[in-house]
């Protein structure tokens, strides 16, 4: 039952978000403004229990979920057969670049952190 | 014989052939990916995919036909995406006393992954409509059609190049965090969620808690980043 609560929340989070998008024309998609809306709709009690426990079962099966998108590419195989290496190269130098960027500027600026003060 | 034909012809028209099919084939990967000890290479999503395309086409099962099945599994996108919060809330402590740090890394790594995968296309003599679908690649999957779409690409090649880049990130980071030498769990997963969004996180959860809610950080930063600067930035090409 919690698992059912829990996901009764989400979906309500990403209607929520849906219906903020577009009456008020936010250039952001419906499930992120749900997930901000669930950021703090969390502060409740009542919505932390429940979502907590679908949110790990979702969120450990993560991967399955890109599956139907990523069998896709099979549509594309016109496209893939001209540009197919060319793409290729550019995704891979790419996502290089960007794992390598990410990880050394959140290095360099986690170094800089003053040294934590005991908590009280 | 002929009733077993016919048995399959019913059988494979039926939205319970893709969504069957999606999660017996995904059930198999995952446990031979545990099976090898979680090396990077037998990715579940990899093989999945790699199985799935080569039995539909064999087997000539159109990919509207497959998709209404795999449909379920795909709507539930949405509701992940929402679920992000958790990981970010059960943080929330730390996160707000990084926040700058947090903004500036996704800023640096979310740009240097998108501008170079549209430089490097273009060099390479890709048409502007495959470049602009290029650019929301490291965003997940879902956001990534939503952007292609806002900025003249191709939703479902976004997609699609969206899952290559999550599944480049989650087979070799590990590799290239190896070779830079002295990241903590913290940086290597917060770099799989930017530069590989949903499919590096989840093999970041796999390996680390700290790396999973770092990496399930930087694809909620990288979500609301891309969104709100793509469409901004592709203005002006």
Redesign the interface.
Known sequence: MPLLTGLAWLLLCQSAGEVLVRLLALPLPGPVVGMLILLFALRLEVVRTPVGAVADALLAHLSLLFVPVGVGVMTHLGLLSTYGLRMLVAIVLSTWIGLVVTALVLRALLRREPAQRAEP | MQDFVQLWVYLSTTPLF?LTA??V??VLAQALYLRLGQAPWA???LW??LV??VL??LSGTP?PR??SG??F??F??????????????QRRGELRR?A???L???L???A???A??VA??WA????GE?LRS?AP??VT???AM?IAE?IGGIP??S????????L??AI??KY??DA?G???M???G???G???H??G???A?QVNADAGAYA?L?L?VQ??LA??LM?LVARWF
């Open positions: 893709g999606t999660i084939t995904y990715n579940p999503v999945t995919v799935l395309a539909l086409t990919y497959y998709f795999a449909q599994i795909h539930l996108l949405g509701p992940a995406v929402v679920a992000l919060a958790w990981p970010l809330w990084r700058a740090a947090i500036l890394a996704g640096a790594g979310g240097a992954a998108g170079s995968a490097i296309g390479l003599g890709l048409p495959l290029l690649k490291s999957a879902p956001v939503g806002q479902a090649l997609a699609v190049f969206a899952v290559l880049t999550g480049i990130g070799s980071g290239l965090f830079i002295g990241l903590s913290q940086e290597r917060f770099a799989l930017t530069a590989s949903g499919i996180a989840a093999r959860l399930g930087a909620g979500v609301v969104s709100l469409p």
